[in-house]
């Protein structure tokens, strides 16, 4: 829990810091935007003022060639019928304008702007103002370079390329990172794991050795005893060392299939055949439980397992579901294929499992149960892991425990799946 | 994939799109044009110009279709003359060579590149008088008309 706030508290900081940079660029950039427009404006109206005043003085408005600024594109001063009285191109002055745009100046006052492409391809902002010259009242249009001008929104545009290209950046270094640290987190608990299983191998070795040998005795004599024995109390004694000798037995047994490291080689069996054989074995158990089995799994199902290892499966599954079951309960093992794999579902109507065991279920000697060793779904888990599967458990909508084993569907050699 | 990871990769969509769109945000420039100038057939009366200096170099342009050259007028300002296609002057034969002091008329136009380009209309080589006609008064092409016929030097 205390992992999970710091990772949302750095998560939170990082994405206001996220969100106030870029809000930050984007508004440099937005107010870069009429700060250059304004200086654009700012220098028309000066050359324009100028140049009217220089138009006033000198009627043959030769004197307008000395304004000459690397922002101006042309200048031109028009009488209020078209024709041009000045161009910076001296051939087009005596000839009449080409467009309409001068007409509107003429009723307006003040600076108009527009942005005017010209025939170059070249964006100019088109400034006109009505003048007075001194003879008669004109326009004055100047056409401005924007490049300049636009150096302010250049540098904004720059500046916010870079921050989100930074913030891009430090945002997938930051996702490797976390992948990195995850898949760190995740082979050391592999590592763990590795580190428990050896341990338990080596306890497995010494059960198979040590307590295997001399239990196979003690449940022979049992054996013999119980045979041998008058009805009694003795005889009961004799049955009860033979049952727990089973019981230990099961228990090395599980064991030493939980810490066995072998790879299991994927061979396609008929879930439904082995299922049919583990309840049949189950029955006589169940009966005397009181506890009645259906089984639904269509025949043509195919899984990729091994078929005594999916009969092992089963057999835990279906023992659990009987065990948990009250008298007159009911454990259902069903089947069906979704995609490329085969789902197969045990449930039972026993009390079901605590929200706090279902994520420790399958670790091994846990368990709830007050026989067992706890390694029942261990054995489960690992075989279905082996097989490329998976296995989870929840509560059912009737409150029985709900397992489903997913394996994937076997690929036949003629190429068909099952 | 966990909705985290698709919260995180969606954000990270989002901040990897943006310096991209800045480029665009106001309009300022279009595509992937580097002057946005129409080199080839653009002209304009209003902004013809004529300047003088002396040719600084001859290559072809960055849309590797036209040949320019790069002259130094007075006071060490630089421009781009543009001088039309390269097939053009393939045919014709370049009569202008780098040191030449050349008068160049045309229409002056600043790109967003910031360089100030001219779009030749007739370029006269001062020392020996060579002109060297590339467009009519309005700005109409010789190589639009498929060859050279109303130029001339």
């Known amino acids: 829990m205390l992992r999970f706030s710091a990772f949302l508290l750095i998560f939170v900081t990082v994405l206001v810091l996220t969100g106030g940079l870029s809000w930050f660029a984007i508004r440099d950039y937005r107010l870069a935007v009429p700060v250059a427009q304004e200086n654009l404006r700012g220098l028309a109206l000066t050359l ?28 031109a001063l028009l009488s209020a019928k078209g024709k041009i009285l000045f161009h910076t ?24 702007e527009s942005r005017v492409r010209l025939g170059t391809g070249e964006i100019v902002s088109e400034f006109q103002t009505p003048v007075q010259l001194s003879d008669q009242s004109g326009i004055l249009r100047l056409a401005l370079h924007t490049w300049r001008s636009e150096a302010i929104m250049r540098r904004a545009r720059q500046g916010m390329t870079e921050i989100f290209s930074l913030l891009t950046v430090g945002w997938i270094l930051g996702l490797i990172i976390i992948g990195l640290l995850r898949r760190q987190a995740r082979q050391q608990r592999q590592a763990a794991r590795q580190q428990e299983l050896a341990r338990l191998g080596e306890v497995g070795a010494v059960l198979a050795h040590e307590i295997r040998n001399p239990l196979a005795g003690i449940k022979g004599y049992g054996q013999l005893l119980e045979e041998r024995l008058p009805d009694g109390r003795e005889r009961g004694f004799a049955t009860l060392i033979v049952s727990e000798a089973w019981r230990l037995e099961r228990l090395a ?107 420790v279920l399958f670790e091994p000697f846990r368990t709830s149960k007050a026989r067992g060793a706890g390694l029942g779904l261990s054995v489960c888990k690992k075989i279905v892991d082996g097989c490329g599967g998976s296995i989870e458990v929840k509560n059912g909508s009737g409150g029985g425990a709900e397992f489903t084993v ?13 | 994939m966990q909705p985290i990871s698709i919260i995180l990769f969606s954000l ?14 106001w309009g300022t420039t279009k595509g992937n044009c580097t002057c946005c100038l129409n080199f080839e057939s653009g002209y304009d ?33 630089r421009m781009m003359v543009v001088l039309g296609p390269q097939r053009y002057w393939a045919e014709q034969g370049m009569p202008l060579k780098v040191g030449d002091k050349v008068a160049v008329c045309g229409s002056k136009a600043q790109g967003q590149d910031g360089v100030i380009y001219i779009l030749a209309q007739k370029i006269t080589e001062i020392s020996q008088g060579v002109v060297v006609i590339l467009r009519n008064e309005s700005g109409h092409p010789n190589w639009a008309d498929g060859g050279g016929e109303n130029g001339g030097r």
């Open chain 1, 48 to 75: 324009a003022t100028a140049m009217e005043g220089v138009a006033a003085r000198d009627p043959s408005l030769k004197s307008l060639t000395s304004f000459q600024t690397p922002e101006i594109a042309y200048a």
């Open chain 1, 253 to 359: 047994h599980d064991i030493l299939l939980y810490t066995r490291s072998e790879s299991i080689v994927a061979a396609p069996c008929q879930p439904a055949i082995v299922a049919a054989g583990v309840v049949a074995l189950l029955t006589p158990q169940a009966q005397e439980l009181e506890i009645r089995f259906s089984c639904d799994i269509p025949d043509d199902l195919l899984v990729s397992c091994p078929e005594e290892r999916l009969q092992q499966v089963l057999l835990n599954l279906l023992t659990n579901g009987m065990q948990a079951s009250p008298v007159g309960g009911l454990v259902t093992v069903s089947g069906r294929r979704v995609g490329k794999w085969v789902e197969l579902r045990v449930t039972d109507n026993g009390p079901g499992i605590a929200k706090e065991m279902q994520n």
């Open chain 1, 406 to 418: 997913r394996l994937p569907v076997a690929v036949l050699k003629n190429g068909e799946s099952g």
């Open chain 1, 89 to 112: 191109n001296p051939d087009l002055i005596g000839s009449d304008v080409t467009d309409e745009r001068y007409r509107p100046v003429l009723t307006k006052e003040g600076l108009s």
């Open chain 2, 12 to 25: 990270l969509i989002f901040l990897a799109s943006f310096p991209a769109s800045a480029q665009a945000f």
């Open chain 2, 45 to 77: 009366v209003n902004t013809v110009t004529t300047v003088t200096g002396r040719i600084l170099s001859i290559q072809t342009g960055i849309d590797h279709h036209n040949l320019q050259m790069e002259i130094e007028c007075c006071c060490g300002i």
